[in-house]
T-cell receptor, first 113, second 111 residues
Framework: GDSVTQMEGPVTLSEEAFLTINCTYTATGYPSLFWYVQYPGEGLQLLLKATKADDKGSNKGFEATYRKETTSFHLEKGSVQVSDSAVYFCALRGAGSARQLTFGSGTQLTVLP | DTAVSQTPKYLVTQMGNDKSIKCEQNLGHDTMYWYKQDSKKFLKIMFSYNNKELIINETVPNRFSPKSPDKAHLNLHINSLELGDSAVYFC??????????FGSGTQLSVL
């Protein structure tokens, strides 16, 4: 079945540091890929998405590129802020009949001033 | 204005009780979901309804019963609550193949 593997956290960075959170996936066909963010005490919010190979999703300074050859969708940001502290989830929507969203295990990011 | 709203936000109850969580979306989406998030933040889909029809029913104890009276509502009823049911439950909605919009969650604590 479909699965998503994220780098384990927690990740702690200083403000203005470069961020990479690795995400790889296993799926049949051509899934759509997503990054969601969960701030403390809140639900998940869509951060960015990509629906086909070589697409780059971007939002709020975050970027991720859909790499079919490496089955990856790594999240990057050039300069993190304290307000980016949250849990980040990689997810895929597969090509099965139910087209459900499968989530990775989440990566806790803490940015220190 | 809230797109996906669920109530209550917190639910504290004793083992063996029956409880319900309500969810409503005003986005005009045709698909709604229930997810369970454990203490390690792991998210697992429980159910999905499309136009009031059940389309995903993962391996969930039959003590959990979803009910969708219309496209905008998906409620979750839980019978005979157990300690292991303690978690955060999220409702979400989407168009059939679109991005999910989540509610703010219901923290369930079973004592």
């Amino acid at each position: 079945g479909d699965s998503v593997t994220q780098m384990e956290g927690p990740v702690t960075l200083s403000e203005e540091a470069f961020l990479t959170i690795n995400c790889t996936y296993t799926a049949t066909g051509y899934p759509s890929l997503f990054w969601y963010v969960q701030y403390p005490g809140e639900g998940l919010q869509l951060l960015l998405k990509a629906t086909k190979a070589d697409d780059k999703g971007s939002n709020k300074g975050f970027e991720a590129t859909y790499r079919k050859e490496t089955t990856s969708f790594h999240l990057e940001k050039g300069s993190v802020q304290v307000s980016d502290s949250a849990v980040y989830f990689c997810a895929l929507r597969g090509a099965g009949s139910a087209r459900q969203l499968t989530f990775g295990s989440g990566t806790q990011l803490t940015v220190l001033p | 204005d809230t797109a996906v709203s669920q109530t209550p936000k917190y639910l504290v109850t004793q083992m063996g009780n029956d409880k319900s969580i309500k969810c409503e979306q005003n986005l005009g989406h045709d698909t709604m979901y229930w997810y369970k998030q454990d203490s390690k933040k792991f998210l697992k889909i429980m159910f999905s309804y499309n136009n009031k029809e059940l389309i995903i029913n993962e391996t969930v104890p039959n003590r959990f019963s979803p009910k969708s009276p219309d496209k905008a509502h998906l409620n979750l009823h839980i019978n005979s609550l157990e300690l292991g049911d303690s978690a955060v439950y999220f409702c979400a909605s989407s168009h059939r193949t679109g991005s999910l919009f989540f509610g703010s969650g219901t923290q369930l604590s079973v004592l």
